[in-house]
């Protein structure tokens, strides 16, 4: 008789099969796993570094743009605003270097162009003197083809009476001021008849206005833009018209009639042959320089595992 043993071999074969899949499976799964985790890793670290050049390229830039509004509102501050901000990127470049070589890592920043905008010069007078020009002229031209005013802000005290003098006249376009001193008969708390000293402010624009104040009332400080006048005297202020330039020049006549200081933001031509370009001096003399209009910047940052490098340009807030 045969013996059959033919079920048991399949059995023991689809056993063997499915032992064998199993561990293919498993083997399959710590592969998967394997990669993935690797990948992690890599991926990790790679984003960690980019992550660490990007936040150095953003204190860069947003160090130099704070460097750069500074610099543009503090520019009479013994240096023009660009050489502040050349001056100010080689303390930022310093500092951050310094910091980051201290964990093996290279960051630098360089300044390819600082570039100025000579379309909206500073011009001022900051000591008391006279209002002439850098050559003692008193008639002269401060801008030409003025177009805006951002800020226009004087302190003025005329001279005192002298007969038949002329008084201190500021012309824009079509509006004109003049400041000069006059003598008037006042009564006295006594009833006497005295003669006193006066300072008469002509506005001529669309209309004429004219003002008085008392002699000791002086500096009279005169705010183009806000339209006002104020007096060291205490009295009220009073509300003038404003100038509209309208693409005219600026211009003082009989600046020797005055004394006081100017301070001029505009949109404009600065007359520089008549003014002293500033580099950081002093004196009674009334300067003219330019606010920074955007700087180019190379920034480098490297490791071990990562080269950054990139090219930016700095345009200060409000700048197009």
Same mark, same amino acid.
């Given at each position: ?55 150095? $390229? &953003?204190?860069?830039?947003?160090? @130099? ?7 543009? !509102?503090?520019?009479? !501050? ?11 990127? +080689? ?11 201290? $964990? ?43 177009? /805006?005013? /951002? ?9 005192? *009476?002298? +007969? ?13 001021? =003049? ?5 008037? +008969? ?13 300072? @008469? ?7 004429? &206005?004219?003002?008085?104040?008392? *002699? ?13 006048? =104020?007096?060291?005297?205490? &009295? ?20 020797? $009639? ?28 009334? *300067? *003219? ?15 071990? +595992?990562?080269?950054?490098?990139? /090219? ?9």
């Amino acid at each position: 008789m045969a013996v059959v043993t033919q079920s048991r071999d399949r059995g023991q074969l689809i056993l063997v099969a499915g032992l064998t899949v199993a561990v293919i499976l498993v083997v399959l799964v710590l592969l998967l796993n394997t990669v993935i985790y690797t990948e992690n890793l890599a991926t990790r670290g790679i984003d960690s570094g980019a992550g660490d050049a990007i936040e150095y $390229r &953003s204190t860069v830039v947003g160090s @130099v743009e704070e460097l750069i509004e500074r610099e543009n !509102e503090h520019y009479d !501050e013994g240096r023009p605003p660009a050489d502040g901000v050349e001056t100010g990127i +080689e303390e930022i470049d310093g500092t951050l270097s310094e910091r980051h070589l201290e $964990r093996g890592t290279i960051a630098e920043i360089r300044s390819s162009q600082i570039q100025t905008d000579e379309s909206s010069p500073r011009i001022w007078q900051n000591d008391s003197g006279a209002f002439t020009d850098a050559a003692g002229g008193a008639g002269w031209t401060v801008m030409t083809e003025v177009t /805006e005013f /951002e800020r226009f802000v004087m302190t003025a005290t005329p001279d005192e *009476y002298t +007969e038949n003098s002329e008084p201190f006249r500021i012309d824009i376009g079509g509006w004109s001021m =003049e400041i000069e001193v006059i003598e008037v +008969e006042v009564q006295n708390e006594e009833g006497d008849t005295v003669i006193e000293e006066r300072i @008469v402010v002509t506005v001529e624009g669309e209309e004429l &206005s004219i003002y008085e104040y008392g *002699y000791e009332e002086a500096p009279l400080r005169i705010d183009l833009v806000e339209g006002s006048i =104020e007096t060291d005297g205490g &009295s009220e202020d009073n509300d003038i018209e404003t100038p509209t330039p309208g693409g005219g020049e600026l211009r003082y006549t009989n600046g020797d $009639r005055v004394v006081g200081t100017f301070e001029l933001h505009a949109t404009g031509t600065a007359s520089e042959s008549d003014l002293t370009e500033y580099d950081g001096g002093s004196g009674g003399d009334p *300067y *003219y320089t330019y606010p920074v209009a955007s700087v180019d910047l190379g920034i480098h940052y490297e490791t071990s +595992e990562l080269r950054f490098a990139t /090219e930016e340009t700095i345009v200060p807030e409000g700048e197009p």
